[in-house]
């Protein structure tokens, strides 16, 4: 259990370094990595998503520089640091496509153990064969896609009850308490490369970390704690399947969790405490994805639905 | 159910520790690659980019200036990549040097009135956090959030900052402390 402080009323509150420690890593979750300047994957021949996503924005491919050096790009004063910060990337992106073919091993390929941290180890750009989907290359669009994700919270042997909002969702990633992830950006910091599992975490009031687990009523579940009853040592790992191809082993995330990047509609997310060894189910909440009704269904908005600057209103369940 | 995936890594994705296994070339850890430093420099971009940006983030507040940060971070580390033992630690230190050195130059303005840019939509709670941590010296913001978000060790972080152990320590007690005064200070 959490260390925790007191309030003057007597309540208590997780201690400020735990209250720290969500509170960075919710904000990094947050955090707009920029794309790319061009699309190397359409240089390369990457492999994409086949399904079709609401990043998938084609852009046109830009004509690659000429090689350069890497280290003629070295800086020597800050005022011409940003000449040299445009070589250097031109620079940096002629060796991603040269050293493409170094990348290989393709998304729930089964290709070496499938463990990973999200977005081919936190890159910006994608890589021929690499397990970054086209999501991560391409511009969000706002307000124009809904999908879906079923999750669960595996701990030891069992699923921990579903998670609720726990507060008035502004992004457009929410639940409605169903077992289901809802994802359909409303603003550029939840849409495309952004739109990740920290920012559903933080919505549901779920600390989620590389080696624990804080649920929302503070109970925390850290890596070598012990499944009840057991000797067996937990650990946290984050597995996401596609839904509609249930027999392709999960991609397995260790690491970097909160940025689990959302790259396709109909995954299923298990967010388990497991011992070595054992590999959770897929939620049971992936058999809501086949009765979701709520999308363009008029109904009453439960969500804020229209955020700043966007014009589509996301009308229904959400 | 499915298979075990196998051995997987565990180590934080926060500039600490090698990539996961199984990903070699995008998350592999650049210490391990034997090729030329042109190929590590890649592997370490892969690898290190978007985490060094929300790293840099964190230290100074502007999801604006991280990318530019991250960006002249690699420019300095590209040319010493050969004569560099531990580049995602080495990375790391270039990484907050530059964002400490954007602190001080913004340090005046700090001082009277540097208005962090809120992420949309963040909790109640975390919103009071990440307001008040702008109130707290550059020098502590670092090592809180070395501490709290990469969970570096006491001696990790003096190495980063270049300090004795007893000052990282210092600086992450003193960090809290003033974290706690500023957000009473709030509720009051």
């Known amino acids: 259990m959490p260390t925790t402080d007191r309030n003057d009323d007597g309540t208590t509150r997780p201690a400020l370094e735990d209250r720290l420690r969500d509170a960075l890593h919710t904000v990094a979750a947050t955090t ?19 399904t079709a996503s609401p990043w998938t924005t084609e852009r046109p491919t830009t004509e690659l520089p000429a090689p350069i050096a890497i280290d003629a790009a070295r800086p020597t004063k800050r005022a011409s640091s940003r000449v040299w910060r445009a070589l250097a990337a031109a620079a940096l992106l002629v ?30 750009t994608s890589i021929a064969g690499s397990t970054i989907p086209a999501a991560a290359l391409a511009p969000s669009s706002i307000n124009q896609d809904h999908w879906h994700a079923a999750y669960g919270v595996y701990l030891c042997d069992h699923f921990a009850p579903v998670l609720i909002d726990q507060h008035e969702d502004r992004l457009g990633i929410h639940t409605h308490g169903e077992g289901v992830i809802h994802i359909h950006p409303l603003v550029p910091e939840s849409s495309g490369p952004n739109a990740q599992l920290g920012l559903f975490a933080a919505q549901v009031g779920l600390g989620l970390h590389d080696d624990q687990i804080q649920m929302p009523d503070g109970t925390t579940y850290r890596n070598g704690d012990t499944c009840p009853g057991t000797d067996q040592k937990m650990t946290l790992r984050v597995y996401e399947w596609i839904a509609d191809q249930p027999d392709l ?45 709520d999308v363009g269904v008029a109904g009453p ?17 959400g | 159910m499915v298979s075990e995936q196998g051995p997987v890594s565990d180590r934080l994705d926060d500039g600490r520790g090698a990539g996961p296994p199984g990903h070699a070339g995008v998350g592999g850890d650049p210490r391990r ?6 190929d590590r420099l890649v592997a370490l971009y892969q690898d290190r980019y978007a985490a060094m940006v929300r790293l840099a983030h964190l230290v100074t507040g502007s999801n604006a200036v991280a990318p ?6 690699f420019l300095k580390v590209a040319p010493r990549l ?31 009135q540097r208005v962090e840019e809120p992420p949309p939509g963040l909790p109640p709670d975390v919103d009071e956090l990440w307001t008040a941590l702008a109130r707290v010296s550059g020098r502590q913001r670092v090592a809180l959030v070395l501490r709290f978000y990469q969970d570096l060790s006491f001696e990790e972080i003096a190495q980063t900052l270049e300090c004795p152990i007893g000052t990282a320590k210092s600086l992450v007690h003193r960090g809290l402390a003033s974290l706690k005064e500023v957000l009473d200070d709030a509720n009051d």
Not at chain 1, 32 to 50: E, F, L, R, W, Y
Not at chain 1, 101 to 124: E, K, N
Not at chain 2, 68 to 73: K, M, Y
């Open chain 1, 301 to 317: 908005c439960t969500v804020v639905c229209e955020a700043p600057g966007t014009a589509t209103t996301i009308q229904g369940a």
């Open chain 1, 249 to 293: 082993p999960p991609q397995v995330f260790t690491r970097d969790l909160t940025h689990i990047p959302f790259t396709r509609d109909r995954t299923a997310f298990t967010i388990a405490m497991v011992p070595d060894g054992v590999t959770p189910p897929m939620p049971p909440s992936v058999a809501e994805l086949d009765h979701l009704t």
């Open chain 1, 32 to 50: 707009q990595v920029p794309a790319p300047p061009i699309d190397i994957a359409s240089k390369t021949g990457a492999t994409t998503t086949t």
């Open chain 1, 95 to 124: 060796l991603l496509i040269g050293g493409a073919g170094l990348f290989g091993g393709a998304r729930h390929a089964g290709d070496g153990d499938g463990s990973q941290s999200p977005a081919g180890g936190g890159a910006p």
């Open chain 2, 33 to 38: 690659d034997d090729g030329p430093a042109d």
């Open chain 2, 68 to 73: 530019d940060l991250v960006q002249d971070a």
């Open chain 2, 82 to 112: 050969d004569e560099i033992e531990q580049p995602s630690a080495y990375l790391r230190t270039v990484v907050v040097n530059e964002g400490r050195a954007w602190l001080r130059r913004q340090e005046v303005e700090r001082r009277h």
